[in-house]
């Protein structure tokens, strides 16, 4: 299959490109940016010197229609919803690692992303690719919205839950802590090494762009109403994803239990790994891979749950989920271009 990425010079871009890289059936045709059309990839990450060495071109919707079968967004939000269509509406397969599609209604995209929806059909169309929880949806689907890195990580940890009611609904509080990566490659005061080293910052509180889509998920879970409460903090690493989940549960249940309902639940999902009671996971665990790894521990004198999930934020939190979706739109195996183990350390 011949595949384009869009926004390739980003941290997502580059890292599809090396997942694509050793994907057994695609073939990696053209990458695009409208930022640094003309430079040659290795220009900006020279680490791809005898890799892959093309050029970035121009978006030009005729000419990469008819040079590609599939195309990845990785570009920021609020860029995706203008073009998108436009190949969605030739036939060619496309996924979306922004968060143009991932919402329903085009006033709450208005709300939490501050610019109106240009094509709001669109949205009532695409698939959620929560690959681990939808995996047939998505086999079905011509369009996919890759889900938010903060959301895919809190969603695993909550969704088995809240769908075996294990869990009070109103109680649920996400703590979530990312690397600067997150941020993308864009120069900014905020990520400047002097500010992030030896710090940790909480930002966006109780705005994070990610919270709807989290509440969207969970309320067709319950069918009921779900609002949660999501604090985010920037910490001094460059990958990785750490959310950690506090919810009442409904009655007096073990941690074995709760691992049981994981384990179950997840039993098909090669990318979803469960501890054993008493231990935990850790950032470095799922780094560089598509693993999210899951740890509980049940509080019996207060009746909480606390779950604790962690993704590397490039990978299962972008791009490796993205790769993932595609295997499942074309009936390849899910986990191929993904059988990378954690690096470490």
């Given amino acids: 299959m011949r595949v384009g990425i869009i926004g390739a010079n980003g941290y997502s871009g580059i890292e599809l490109i090396r997942l694509l890289h050793e994907h057994p059936h695609v073939t990696l045709n053209l990458i695009v940016s409208h930022s640094t059309s003309g430079t040659p990839i290795t220009e900006l990450y020279p680490h791809l010197q005898a890799i892959y060495e093309e050029q970035l071109e121009t978006l030009d919707t005729d000419k990469m229609a008819s040079q590609v079968d599939l195309v990845f967004f990785a570009t920021p939000a609020r860029v995706s919803k203008?073009?998108?269509?436009?190949?969605?509406?030739?036939?060619?397969?496309?996924?979306?690692?922004?968060?143009?599609?991932?919402?329903?209604?085009?006033?709450?995209?208005?709300?939490?992303?501050?610019?109106?929806?240009?094509?709001?059909?669109?949205?009532?169309?695409?698939?959620?690719?929560?690959?681990?929880?939808?995996?047939?949806?998505?086999?079905?689907?011509?369009?996919?919205?890759?889900?938010?890195?903060?959301?895919?990580?809190?969603?695993?940890?909550?969704?088995?839950?809240?769908?075996?009611k294990l869990i009070s609904p109103e109680s649920i509080i996400i703590d979530g802590k990312s690397g600067t990566s997150g941020a993308g490659r864009k120069p900014s005061l905020t990520t400047l090494f002097g500010e992030v080293n030896e710090n940790v910052k909480a930002y966006k509180l109780g705005k994070h762009q990610h919270i709807p889509e989290m509440e969207q998920v969970l309320t067709e879970v319950s069918e009921e109403p779900i609002q949660v409460t999501f604090s985010t903090h920037l910490i001094p690493m460059t990958r990785g994803i750490m959310c950690t989940i506090y919810a009442d549960l409904q009655e007096a249940y073990s941690a074995k239990d709760v691992i049981h309902t994981f384990e179950s639940y997840y039993d098909s999902s090669p990318f979803v790994r469960v501890r054993p009671e008493g231990t935990w996971p850790s950032t470095k665990e799922v780094y560089g891979s598509n693993y999210c790894d899951l740890g509980v521990t049940v509080d019996?004198?207060?009746?909480?749950?606390?779950?604790?999930?962690?993704?590397?934020?490039?990978?299962?939190?972008?791009?490796?989920?993205?790769?993932?979706?595609?295997?499942?739109?074309?009936?390849?195996?899910?986990?191929a271009g993904l059988r990378h183990s954690p690096v470490y350390p």
């Fill in 82 to 164: 203008d073009w998108l269509p436009a190949f969605a509406e030739k036939g060619i397969q496309c996924i979306d690692l922004s968060g143009d599609f991932r919402l329903k209604d085009p006033d709450v995209y208005q709300q939490w992303y501050k610019a109106e929806h240009t094509n709001p059909a669109y949205l009532q169309e695409v698939t959620y690719g929560l690959a681990d929880v939808y995996p047939e949806k998505v086999r079905r689907a011509h369009v996919i919205a890759n889900p938010g890195c903060y959301a895919t990580a809190a969603l695993l940890g909550l969704i088995p839950l809240v769908e075996k």
């Fill in 300 to 335: 019996e004198r207060t009746g909480k749950v606390t779950i604790v999930c962690v993704i590397d934020n490039v990978v299962k939190g972008a791009s490796g989920q993205a790769v993932q979706n595609m295997n499942l739109l074309n009936g390849w195996d899910v986990d």
